[in-house]
């Protein structure tokens, strides 16, 4: 249990910040109290997600380029360059174990590495050979209903797709030249918990802000904020409209 | 309720504030530059709209935090603040909407859906030059709408008739 | 006339509509809020709604008539995966064409019930954070990318928790109720979006249509742990915000006390539009096949249901609020469509469909009704509603259309829905939920008749002919009502159009007819 404790320190933090939260929001008799619970709990959430995004030894996902001088012919491959840009950041060649997308939770997985598989690579190799290719199933492997109408969305969507000029797909050589070696072989952080983090967050600030304004606006209307003198309003109001 | 009479000028001798005041003066400015080099500067590390839209409301709660809330509702008028908000969100919406006029020949149907930079610019630097436009929106629609939030908490006068039963 | 939409509509418009019907309110909303006049905002949130509209019902013919039965539109150009990508099918299609109906349907009621309920001031931003919350409740619907369904469902629910502020100038515990409902829902929420992370740990991926892809190839992968924890969260976020028995006790207060609009609207829309969201992860994403998954369909969410039609019906019967006596019953009707769900048949998921579409308009018809009395006199007790039937006798009637609508006689569209309940359970074998269904409707019986019979057997106090005198209800109100209400008998007599949307809905979440999933 310590080793395990030792490894997976992170989630266990994680947990106790959100019971703490919870309980926070359920225990306390004060809306000033409940709202800080809520906090925690939701702060709980964004260590969840960056703790899965986080690689051991992994660069800040950052490209620098190569060289700044280039000339005009060299734009037009920047636009197949751009997706591949997105892609790199992905490339978790050394971690994590193969690249099959299966989930490791069964074993414990070496000093808190991060479990985000590697599905984004494969599919970002699918997307360098062509690049909806990802998105495809075989269709052959859904002869029956099982598969259902919506993964055949899936096939019809690329089917549809790749009836149409695909979209850039990447010269492994174009890629060399605006970027250093070192960089495309690197590894970095998983960027995308950050970016989705950077919206909870917002999010929660909006939720704290709504919160408060109404604490106010209640501190107003009622006289107190906490919870027992409030349901005892509530309650005579309550008596009044169901007929005295 | 009429607002109170705002406090006699203090001079240099009696202002208790002094130090706090003249330091303010020197660094408002400076947290404003900081906030925009967080924002230019989120290609290269941590920053974006966000977080440069916070600091910049953090600089006008400084000043009227010193100076006074009625102070800073002369400095940052609370129109400005509304209109703001709503603002950043237009940009962000406008340059979404923009990507409707350009050709994609890259797309498959050849029009550009939402959102897609490569309108703004050839290669990179249209996506270069989207993100810097849209965090431009969040900065300005976060600044104002902390901004307009703080105005909204500390200067606000409760309404006495609300229905009360 | 979809079809004429459809060869009307100008190239543009059919490309970019699956973006627009999100995109029309919300700049509209960045719009109505510099705008300081509450006309000038409610004419820009009326065209934007009718914009949305006009985009949703585009899609929907596109969905039905199109090559392929989706609509698929990628943001940004990045192509899915690896972008965000919006996917409406034959399931979100009509759910788009609901919030945007209803909207229009608000907005037109609104301006007689706004200017009795909302400050002058404060009608402007009123309508913009109304236009938010529809913005935010068709994202949720037209989106094919888990996060962003939690953006979307966080953005509807912010804004629908000021709009039921609102009605803080006619009844204070509107603060309390709104702060109530923030809480849960801002818990359930998070919830939703823990269970999101635990997907994306697992796949690696947030596109729904990716996650599909990854469970049905790799049966490990959909029964890991990781797995069924990320279903155990997203369930019981979802459930939180669909007002699933035990967790709907943010409910009551919400709809009782909001300013009469804004119930109308809620309670047609954002249960609905969580229930879809349901719907699209249980069937869709996840492997219903999965021994996980049918457990709790069978076990946790069916049985939650049933207890909450029943036991949220009595609670109806002793209400002395007549909007709370509403507000019970339609957490009692969730439970009628969570029902259907349950049942995890085609015929179970097309009847909780087609009940999620009649609940919408029988609601919005009864809500209306109130909303009209209540913008005349502050009406609260069920007791003030006496003698209505004498002083409003057109609200009176609509009102009742509704009630029987609810209880599910024949000839109005709540009969079909209930009728393809009782169907679908009997077909599945499962006799306690018909028998739930059937409590249910007697329990439905005696909460609306005991409104019915305040509306029409007793006299009206002096009070009420004081206040009503004077002033009469607006045309275009009063019109907007008898419309939705003629709906309700409409559809009850052909249902066909709402049927085939809801066997649409069924088949795309890849059920069939004649079988298990």
Same mark, same amino acid.
């Given at each position: 249990m310590f080793s395990s404790l030792t490894v997976h320190y992170n989630y266990y933090i994680v947990i106790v910040l959100m019971m703490v939260g919870l309980y926070a929001i359920f225990a306390s008799g004060n809306m000033i109290k409940r709202l800080v619970g809520l906090s925690v709990f939701q702060t709980s959430v964004f260590l969840f997600y960056i703790t899965i995004g986080k690689v051991l030894g992994g660069d800040p996902p950052i490209l620098p380029e190569k060289d700044k001088s280039k000339d005009k012919t060299d734009y037009a491959s920047d636009v197949v360059a751009a997706p591949s840009a997105a892609e790199q950041p992905l490339a978790l060649e050394g971690q994590g174990g193969a690249g099959a997308p299966s989930l490791r939770d069964e074993q414990v997985a070496p000093a808190g590495e991060d479990l985000a598989p590697t599905t984004m690579q494969s599919a970002s190799a699918d997307a360098s050979a062509g690049n909806v290719a990802g998105f495809t199933q075989d269709a052959a492997a859904y002869g029956? +209903?099982?598969?259902g109408k919506f993964l055949d969305a899936g096939e019809a969507l690329a089917a549809h797709n790749a009836a149409e000029t695909p979209l850039a797909t990447v010269d492994p050589g174009v890629v060399a030249a605006t970027f250093p070696a070192s960089a495309l072989d690197a590894t970095y952080s998983n960027p995308l918990p950050h970016v989705l983090i950077l919206t909870a967050i917002v999010v929660g600030v909006a939720t704290l802000a709504v919160g408060l304004a109404l604490v106010v606006r209640v501190r107003e209307a009622f006289?107190?904020? +906490?919870d027992d003198d409030l349901n005892l309003a509530e309650h005579e109001a309550d008596l009044v409209e169901a007929g005295r | 309720m009429a607002p109170p009479p705002p406090p006699p000028p203090e001079t240099p001798e009696t202002d208790s504030h002094l130090v706090l005041r003249v330091a303010s003066k020197v660094l408002i400015p400076v947290i404003l530059v900081y906030g925009l080099y967080v924002h230019f500067h989120a290609d290269f590390g941590a920053g974006g709209g966000f977080q440069a839209g916070v600091i910049v409301a953090v600089a006008v709660m400084l000043y009227a935090l010193l100076y006074g809330v009625e102070a800073a509702r002369q400095a940052v008028p609370p129109v400005a603040v509304r209109i703001g908000c709503a603002a950043g969100v237009l940009l962000y919406g406008g340059v979404g909407v923009l990507s409707f006029f350009g050709r994609c020949p890259e797309n498959p149907q050849s029009v550009c859906p939402y959102l897609d930079y490569n309108v703004l610019g050839e290669g990179y630097h249209g996506q270069h030059v989207g993100i810097i436009l849209i965090e431009v929106g969040v900065l300005v629609t976060v600044a104002s709408v902390v901004v307009a939030v703080f105005y909204a908490f500390a200067g606000r006068q409760p309404h006495l008739d609300e229905g009360k039963h | 006339m979809i079809d004429t939409l459809l060869a009307g509509a100008p190239d543009w418009a059919l490309t970019h509509a699956a973006i627009m019907v999100v995109v029309i309110p919300m700049i509209a909303s960045a719009i109505a809020t510099v705008t300081f006049s509450g006309r000038l905002s409610w004419t820009i949130a009326f065209v934007a709604v009718l914009g949305a509209l006009a985009c949703s019902l585009i899609v929907l013919g596109q969905v039905r008539e199109g090559d392929v039965p989706f609509v698929s539109y990628a943001i940004g150009g990045w192509v899915p995966p690896l972008g965000i990508q919006y996917l409406i099918d034959g399931l979100n299609a009509p759910i788009l064409v609901l919030v945007s109906a209803t909207a229009l349907v608000c907005l037109l009621f609104a301006p007689f019930s706004v200017t009795a309920e909302i400050e002058k001031d404060k009608r402007s931003l009123f309508y913009a954070t109304f236009l938010v919350a529809v913005a935010g409740l068709l994202g949720v619907a037209a989106t094919g990318d888990a996060f962003n369904i939690f953006v979307f469902l966080e953005i509807s629910s912010l804004s629908t928790y000021v709009l039921v502020a609102a009605g803080a100038r006619r009844d204070r515990r509107a603060l309390t109720a709104a702060f109530h409902y923030l809480i849960l829902g801002t818990i359930g929420a998070t919830f939703f979006v823990i269970g999101v992370g635990f997907l994306y740990m697992a796949t690696g991926t947030l596109n729904l249509l990716d996650m599909a892809r990854l469970f049905a190839d790799d049966p490990d992968l959909s029964a890991a742990t990781t797995v069924r924890a990320g279903y155990a969260f997203i369930v019981i976020g979802l459930g939180l915000k669909v007002a699933l028995y035990p967790l709907h006790t943010w409910l009551p207060d919400a709809y009782a006390r909001a300013p009469s609009l804004v119930s109308t609207f809620i309670a047609a829309t954002s249960t609905k539009v969580a229930l879809y969201a349901l719907i699209r992860f249980q069937f869709a994403v996840f492997e219903p096949t999965q021994s996980f998954q049918a457990l709790s369909l069978a076990w946790l969410i069916g049985p939650l249901a049933a207890a909450g039609l029943v036991i949220a019906a009595v609670q109806a019967v002793m209400q002395g609020n007549a909007r709370r006596v509403l507000a019970y019953s339609s957490v009692s009707q969730v439970g009628y469509m969570l029902l259907g769900v349950a049942l995890a048949t085609y015929a179970g998921v097309a009847a909780g469909v087609l009940h999620l579409m009649t609940h919408a308009l029988m609601k919005a018809a009864l809500f209306m009704a109130l909303g009209l009395v209540a913008a005349r006199m502050d009406a609260?007790?069920?007791?003030?509603?006496?003698?209505m039937a004498r002083l409003m006798p057109v609200t009176a009637a609509c009102f009742t259309i509704g009630g029987l609508s609810l209880i599910g006689v024949p000839l109005t569209a709540g009969f079909v829905s209930k009728f393809a309940l009782f169907q679908a359970a009997a077909a599945a074998g499962a006799w306690w939920a018909v028998a739930a269904i059937a409590v249910g409707s007697l329990l439905a019986f005696v909460y609306v008749g005991r409104l019915l019979e305040v509306i029409y057997m007793r006299e009206p106090t002096a009070e009420c002919r004081a206040a009503l005198s004077g002033k009469s209800t607006p045309i275009l109100a009063l019109s907007v009502l008898v419309f939705v209400a003629a709906a309700n008998v409409g559809l009850g007599v052909d249902a066909r159009f709402i049927e085939s949307l809801a066997q649409g809905a069924a088949s795309a979440v890849g059920l069939s007819p004649g079988g298990a999933s």
């Open positions: 029956d +209903e099982k598969a006289g107190t904020i +906490e | - | 609260r007790r069920v007791t003030d509603l006496a003698g």
